[in-house]
């Protein structure tokens, strides 16, 4: 059979309603706790993989830039799908971001969606969504959600690996996110440098890992019964649960900047004044606001007025991890 050899994918970043953080394996890159995550449509990567007859080793451009950094990741992730193939060739791998990279705006999780979509295609692949999420999660933990859309849960698996499953697609519960922008610089301290800390240091952490699984059972049922004063609750929960841990790592991990506290706290008032909307934050400075459809003109002019606000980018939830022409 003849495999096209080259293909390009798009995926969209997503944000996790209920958080992972920290690895019970950090060789096999498997996450310790579940997540429940909505897919993002404003914002993408496009990934084309080009694999070349005669080419040794794989190369990386990131926004039209050489990355090397990246290229043994992306390497473990092509070497799995080669195998699969019986292919040896080296790869070209060119993707590009629409939004700051490494930011805490899960660029990696829809750079390796986008990844191993398209070197599936590549290769003549046709693999079902639990054995892509497998190679993808080798890249990035939150990276196997990115290839579904809507609401999304990635479980541990009771064979020991990880499990992700659309949970309600876009249409049947339209939130929207609006994210509030307070910086553009890469972070110090990436997720799994970080999340390896937090295991070794925090006090926090074992209970963290103890109370998770009510979180996301809770999550879920908010998520089902499209409840959202419910998952508003365990969210802004769940997200300040880990960064406790964050901020009680040592050496600590302190991901706000004053701006992201005047935005959670903006956050808040507007929901006590009766606007359907709750806060989540990640691994950086950003403040990610979600909010039923008919809240977003309100959330997205407030949280633009807050002094340190750089930009405001309104989404609605979008599709998965899909092959595009190149
Ligand atoms: O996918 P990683 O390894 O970059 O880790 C993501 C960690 C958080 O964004 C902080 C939480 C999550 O579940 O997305």
Redesign the pocket.
């Known amino acids: 059979m003849t495999v096209p050899l080259v293909a390009t994918a798009i995926a969209h970043p997503?944000?996790?309603l209920?958080?992972?953080?920290g690895k019970r394996d950090v060789a096999e890159?498997l996450?310790a706790v579940g997540?429940l995550?909505v897919t993002l449509d404003a914002m993408c990567s496009r990934t084309r993989v080009c694999f070349e007859p005669g080419r040794k080793g794989d190369s990386v451009r990131l926004n039209g830039r050489e990355d090397a950094g990246a290229a043994s990741r992306i390497s473990a992730c092509l070497d799995l799908l080669r195998r699969r193939a019986g292919v040896g060739h080296g790869a070209l791998v060119d993707t590009d971001n629409d939004f700051p990279t490494a930011a805490?705006l899960?660029s990696?999780?829809s750079g390796f969606a986008a990844l191993v979509t398209a070197a599936a295609a590549a290769l003549g692949l046709d693999l079902p969504a639990r054995e892509l999420a497998r190679v993808a999660r080798l890249g990035?933990?939150?990276?196997p959600?990115s290839l579904f859309g809507g609401f999304v849960v990635l479980r541990n698996a009771p064979d020991g690996d990880v499990a992700v499953e659309p949970l309600l697609p876009a249409p049947a519960w339209p939130l929207r996110v609006v994210i509030a922008i307070v910086a553009t610089a890469p972070k110090e301290t990436?997720?799994?440098d970080g999340?390896a800390a937090s295991r070794a240091t925090s006090p926090y952490y074992g209970e963290w890992l103890r109370s998770h699984d009510a979180d996301l059972e809770a999550g879920l049922r908010g998520v089902r019964d499209r409840d959202f004063a419910a998952l508003a609750g365990v969210a802004e929960h769940n997200c300040l649960k880990?960064h406790a841990v964050m901020l009680t790592t040592r050496p600590p991990l302190i991901y706000w900047s004053p701006t992201t506290l005047a935005c959670l706290q903006l956050v808040q008032s507007l929901r006590r004044a009766g606007t359907p909307v709750f806060f989540t934050i990640?691994?950086g400075p950003q403040v990610k606001a979600v909010c039923e459809p008919g809240a977003a003109a309100l959330v997205r002019d407030a949280l633009a007025a807050v002094p340190g606000v750089m930009q405001v980018i309104d989404s609605g939830l979008g599709p998965g991890a899909h092959c595009t022409d190149g």
Request: charged share 15%; glycine share 12%.
């Open positions: 997503n944000i996790a209920i958080k992972y953080w890159n996450p997540s995550s805490g899960a990696s999780a990035s933990g939150s990276a959600r990436g997720s799994r999340m880990m990640d691994a």
